[in-house]
C-alpha cells in the first residue's frame, strides 16, 4: 500500500490502519450522504462522479473518499447560504477506553483527537474522521428531563457544547474552537454500551435515524490546539 499526505483534503495516510482504511471505504456512500444532506438539487448532481476506487490499494481508495468528501463540502460552501451558529464548550470529557468519560479541565487536540482520550473498542470507533464526538449540552437536558440518567461524558462524548440548533449538524460543516478546526462527518451511532443512561435502556433515543437532530456527531481535526470550557464556538460551512 501507498502512504502519502494531500494538502488539499488533509488525507494523511501514515496515520490509518488497515482497519480505518477498510472502514472507511466501506462507509462511503453514508460519508457523502451525510455531507449532501439537505443540499439543493444542482449540488447532488454534482456529486455524481464516485471517489475512484484502487482495490490493490487501500491508501489511495480511502484518500478519494475523503477527497470526495472535501470537494463536496467545499461545493456547498460556494453555492449554497448558511447561517453560521455561535454555542459555547460547556464540558470536555475523555476516557482511558468506554463509557462515560470523565470531565477534564483541559482538552489538547491533535490530529487523533484529544491527546489523553482512548477508544476501547476500535472496531467501531477512532477512524481519523472520528477523532472527536461532540454532543450538545441543551440535548442533554432535555434528556435528563425526560427522566434518563445521563450526564456529559455518558454518551462518549468530547466536547459538550451549549447555543446550538443540533438540528442543522450535517456532515462537512467547520467547527471553530479558537484555534483548533475540526469538520463534521458522521452522526454517531448508539450502542448497548450506553444503555444504561437511559431509561429502559433504550440507547436508540439518540439514533440518528430514528431521532433526526438527537445523534452525537463525529468530526475530524482539520487544526489541532487547545479547548477549554467557555471556548466560544463557530459552527459554519
Not at 500500500?1 to 482497519?19: E, K, V
Not at 471505504?25 to 484502487?54: F, K, M, Q, S, Y
Not at 484518500?63 to 464540558?91: K, N
Not at 432535555?142 to 427522566?147: C, D, I, N, P
Request: aromatic fraction near 6%.
Amino acid at each position: 500500500m501507498s502512504t502519502f499526505t494531500c494538502g488539499d483534503c488533509g488525507f494523511d495516510g501514515a496515520r490509518w490502519s488497515l482497519s480505518d482504511l477498510e472502514r472507511t471505504v466501506a462507509h462511503t456512500d453514508d460519508l457523502i450522504g451525510h455531507v449532501l444532506d439537505g443540499a439543493e438539487p444542482a449540488v447532488i448532481g454534482r456529486a455524481a462522479p464516485a471517489p475512484v476506487r484502487h482495490d490493490d490499494d487501500l491508501v489511495a481508495s480511502a484518500h478519494a473518499v475523503m477527497h470526495r468528501l472535501d470537494e463536496l463540502a467545499a461545493v456547498r460552501r460556494g453555492t449554497e447560504v448558511f447561517e453560521p451558529m455561535t454555542g459555547t464548550v460547556e464540558s470536555l470529557q475523555a476516557s482511558g477506553g468506554g463509557v462515560p468519560k470523565s470531565t477534564i479541565a483541559v482538552a489538547e487536540i491533535g490530529p487523533g483527537g484529544v491527546s489523553v482520550d482512548v477508544q476501547g473498542n476500535r472496531k467501531n470507533h477512532g477512524r481519523p474522521w472520528q477523532a472527536i464526538c461532540l454532543y450538545s449540552s441543551d440535548l442533554l437536558d432535555a434528556l435528563r428531563s425526560e427522566g434518563h440518567p445521563i450526564d456529559a461524558g455518558s454518551a462518549g462524548e468530547n466536547i459538550t457544547i451549549s447555543g446550538v440548533d443540533w438540528a442543522r449538524l450535517r456532515g462537512g460543516l467547520t467547527i471553530t474552537i479558537g484555534e483548533v478546526r475540526l469538520r463534521t462527518s458522521s452522526p454517531a451511532a448508539p450502542c448497548h454500551k450506553i444503555g444504561d443512561f437511559f431509561v429502559d435502556r433504550h440507547w436508540n433515543r439518540i439514533d440518528h435515524t430514528e431521532r433526526p437532530g438527537w445523534a452525537r456527531w463525529y468530526a475530524s481535526v482539520l487544526a489541532g490546539g487547545t479547548v477549554r470550557p467557555g471556548d466560544s464556538v463557530t459552527i459554519a460551512m
